[in-house]
């Protein structure tokens, strides 16, 4: 058979067009789906953003309420969501053991001279806070230029990468206008440290029970005071064996309450040191117990008798059997509640120096405590009473 060349020539032409156009079919499909995976991979990211910035905005709106102003909102918010949160949770009760006024005290800017017009609203808009969500979906649109048909080298879809960009704009831009550090980043005391102190050595317990030896001897009458030689041994003023070993009994008391305490305690900060030994010392001296007022030198008006009187000796006599015996109370009682050296920080007199609401709870934490009552006890009645 004789060959013919237009006859050869015109099967390659077919060939190569169906080769051409298949791989231009397949090549669109292969764009297509990936674009299309792309627009909705940011469309589910946009449903995310859209969803963390809401509650973004919901802790500027709440944290901005405790603080006051915006400066101090974003200081809070700069350090995350969690912390957040938990300032939301906890600020007012961190204060109140710092002894401060209000929450928005945590948090001072000293000498720094911050912008005007800050609003955390807008910060918080700007896309400066910290996401927790994935990272933005990613297709490079420059890859699309190598798909090119099989036989010809035609670019197959010279939209692609137009797609990729409306798809970008459309759903995964975000704002950048304010910085984030708009304002200085600032130390914020919320936690305080955790870890509550070791049990005492043998020497921290040897200083604590100097200070409150030495407290208790203060306020005797019969003692009026103690030294100690260098190897800590006390020196007492007078040779009166009873009086000092009722000392040493209540010195012995008090230590358990101070361990007690510090082992109760929730933060390095509230557990007790030594001028906290001391004022409980104090408070045992002064409390209305009717033995104490025998041995101690209180200074002050001692109870007396008319209306009542037989409930309130009932009561003193009831105080008294657990100060003697070292009883621990599980209950505050009226009566422990009405002793002057609970009452008094409860109801402030106004003659009294200015003290604040977590000051005044420590102090009744501490009486509470001088009183017999189990630390914990003390703890959460201090912590519920309504301050006046």
Do not use: C
């Amino acid at each position: 058979m004789a060959f013919k060349a237009g006859a050869f020539l015109a099967g390659l032409a077919t060939q190569a067009v169906r080769i051409e156009e298949e791989s231009a079919k397949i090549g669109m499909e292969l764009i297509n789906e990936a674009i299309e995976d792309f627009r909705e991979e940011s469309k589910d990211w946009k449903s995310q953003y859209n969803s963390e910035l809401k509650e973004w905005e919901q802790l500027a709106d709440y944290v901005k309420e405790m603080v006051g102003d915006d400066a101090r909102a974003i200081a809070v918010l700069k350090k995350g969501k969690l912390f957040a949160s938990d300032f939301i949770k906890n600020a007012r009760t961190r204060a109140d053991e710092l002894g401060l006024n209000e929450p928005k005290d945590l948090i001072e800017f000293g000498d720094e001279t911050l912008p005007k017009g800050l609003s955390v609203i807008d910060w918080v808009k700007s896309g400066a806070p910290d996401m927790s969500i994935p990272a933005k979906p990613f297709l490079d649109s420059e890859q699309f230029k190598e798909f090119k048909t099989g036989v010809f080298g035609r670019q197959i879809s010279p939209e692609a990468a137009g797609r990729v960009d409306r798809t970008t704009k459309t759903f995964l831009e975000t704002p950048t206008g304010i910085r984030k550090q708009v304002v200085p980043d600032v130390e914020i005391d919320l936690y305080g440290t955790r870890k509550v102190p070791e049990a005492f050595s043998s020497t921290e317990e040897e200083r604590y029970r100097k200070v409150v030896l030495a407290t208790l001897a203060s306020q005797s009458s019969k003692v009026g005071g103690v030294n100690f030689d260098t190897a800590g041994n006390p020196i007492w003023k007078i040779d009166n064996a009873k009086a000092i070993a009722q000392i040493e009994q209540h010195a012995d008391q008090i230590m358990d309450k101070v361990r007690a305490q510090r082992a109760a305690a929730e933060t390095e900060e509230s557990a007790f040191g030594t001028t906290d030994a001391r004022d409980l010392a104090r408070s045992f001296a002064q409390s209305d117990v009717a033995s104490l007022k025998e041995l101690y030198d209180l200074n002050r008006d001692q109870a007396t008798g008319g209306q009542g009187g037989a409930q309130q000796q009932q009561q003193q006599q009831q105080q008294t059997t657990s100060q003697q015996t070292g009883q621990t109370v599980t209950t505050v009682t009226p009566q422990i509640a009405n002793d002057p050296s609970v009452a008094s920080f409860v109801t402030r007199p106004s003659t009294a120096r200015a003290m604040g609401p977590g000051k005044r709870r420590q102090e009744i934490e501490k009486a509470l405590i001088a009183l017999n009552v189990d630390p914990t006890v003390a703890r959460q009645w201090a912590q519920n009473v309504q301050l006046k």
